[in-house]
Antibody
């Protein structure tokens, strides 16, 4: 069964940067689309970014709220998926989940999440 | 962007009740609709995709229906472990968008 474990969250000042990691197991990372989804405290779910698989040249899609500030990447050899977050602001405070997507383009497995707090 | 609207935003129900949650899309999304369950302090769990197909391991008391712009999630007989917040999500086009959630509480 697929497992996803996020790390790298924490407290950062406005304007700062943070890099989240998602270590995966139980499946071949390069075969799958991967996503980051976030949830602000007490709020609903917000899709952040998609990384397509190797067969689709790892192309990406970003939510407008993070485009130009966040960058997705992956190291398939280390089974790890990353989210580089720059120019953070208080509205980026959230639990960030990495999510595996099936070949049918829908989400299936979720990580446990990592909390990012942007505050001075 | 496609807006996803869930109703109701919350409901109170008793163990054994049949519960139905509605999700409406602001434009047609064919059957590219998924449902998720989230319990407090936990990650979401994928329940249904393609509007009506259960994820592996999801019990058959959950069912989904609809296409186009109107969708429903039904829990046939509510059990204590089903009290949670439920979200719909469209994956027809970018940005992928979620409904605001429906919180199912114990009456």
């Amino acid at each position: 069964e697929a497992q996803l474990v996020e790390s790298g969250g924490g407290l950062v000042q406005p304007g700062g940067s943070l890099r989240l990691s998602c270590a995966v197991s139980g499946f071949t990372l390069s075969d799958h689309y991967m996503e980051w989804v976030r949830q602000a405290p007490g709020k609903g779910l917000e899709w952040v970014v998609r990384s397509r698989n190797k067969a689709n040249s790892y192309t990406t899609e970003y939510a407008a709220s993070v485009k130009g500030r966040f960058t997705i990447s992956r190291d398939d050899s280390k089974n790890t998926f990353f989210l580089q977050m720059n120019s953070l602001n208080t509205e980026d405070t959230a639990v960030y989940y990495c999510v595996k997507t099936t070949t049918g383009n829908h989400f299936d497995y979720w990580g446990q999440g990592t909390l990012v707090t942007v505050s001075s | 962007d496609i807006q996803m609207t869930q109703s109701p935003s919350s409901l109170s129900a008793s163990v054994g009740d049949r519960v139905t949650i509605t999700c409406r899309a602001s434009q047609g999304i064919s059957s590219y609709l998924a449902w998720f369950q989230q319990k407090p302090g936990k990650a979401p769990r994928s329940l249904i995709y393609a509007a009506s197909t259960l994820q592996s391991g999801v019990p058959s008391k959950f069912s989904g229906s609809g296409s186009g712009t109107e969708f429903t999630l039904t829990i046939s007989s509510l059990q204590p472990e089903d009290f949670a917040t439920y979200y719909c999500q469209q994956y027809n086009s970018y940005p992928l968008t979620f409904g605001g959630g429906t919180k199912v509480e114990i009456k």
